[in-house]
């Protein structure tokens, strides 16, 4: 138990649908984030929320829409993906601003997303 | 841009060997390098990491080491047991703000 919580643990959806993941950390971190994860390939960072505000964007296509309402909660809105973009969704949070003092990610279990 | 290299993808070891994963960053400004795990329907988790005033540092059985001229760092895991078998990532920071840059990822088997 990492103190960070992703649901659901798995998603079928088809092109057209819309859906949304959900994140909630319970560290009283302030930074939050999404990352996709791709078989043999490097993490890819898609968004920082640092106290509820979006720092990092990192050319992600509008077809993911993220959403922080506080410090505690991040969604990941889908809408109209694309079957490349079936892979597993980690969010994680950090203390502080940033990467803060101490530097370690906390990382929930992922969303494993499949797009037919 | 920048980017990190980590050798080798898969690691087989017997169990009591050493392990060694190595990975090599192009950022100059970067100084912090953290090595995370990742089992099997886990999120990676951070196991150790190291900051660029600092040439090794150890826990245990694991330790890294870190050459800032050579811009590389290694992951060593001594006395290898079945449970460290898992996914490890290494990351460098993107010059000095703490946005990590990560590897592709070594698979460690650890053969009975």
């Known amino acids: 138990e990492t103190g960070v919580t992703q649901t659901p643990r798995h998603l079928v959806m088809g092109m057209t649908n819309k859906k949304s993941l959900k994140c909630e950390q319970h560290?009283?971190?302030?930074?939050m984030y999404w990352y996709k994860q791709s078989a043999k390939k490097p993490l890819e960072l898609m968004f920082v929320?640092?106290?509820?505000?979006?720092?990092e964007n990192n050319s992600v296509p509008s077809r993911f829409s993220p959403e922080c309402p506080n410090s505690s909660h991040l969604f990941l809105h889908l809408h109209t993906l694309q079957p490349e973009d079936s892979a597993l969704y980690l969010c994680?949070?950090?203390?502080?601003?940033?990467?803060?003092?101490?530097?370690?990610?906390?990382f929930g279990e992922g969303s494993r997303l499949t797009v037919l | 841009g920048e980017n990190v290299e980590q050798h080798p993808s898969t690691l087989s070891v017997q169990e009591g060997d050493s392990a060694v994963i190595k990975c090599t960053y192009s950022?100059?400004?970067?100084?912090?390098f953290p090595w995370y795990k990742q089992e099997l329907g886990k999120g990676p988790q951070l196991i150790i990491d190291?900051?660029?005033n600092v040439g090794e540092k150890k826990d245990q059985r694991i330790a890294v080491t870190l050459n800032k001229t050579a811009k590389h760092f290694s992951l060593h895991i001594t006395e290898t047991q079945p449970e460290d078998s898992a996914v490890y990532f290494c990351?460098?920071?993107?010059?000095?703000?703490?946005?990590?840059?990560w590897g592709a990822g070594t698979k460690l088997i650890i053969k009975p």
């Open positions: 994680a949070s950090s203390q502080g601003g940033g990467f803060g003092a101490t530097g370690e990610l906390f």
């Open positions: 560290l009283g971190h302030n930074a």
């Open positions: 929320y640092n106290f509820k505000e979006q720092t």
């Open positions: 950022d100059s400004a970067s100084n912090y």
């Open positions: 190291i900051r660029s």
């Open positions: 990351a460098a920071s993107k010059g000095s703000n703490y946005q990590l840059i």
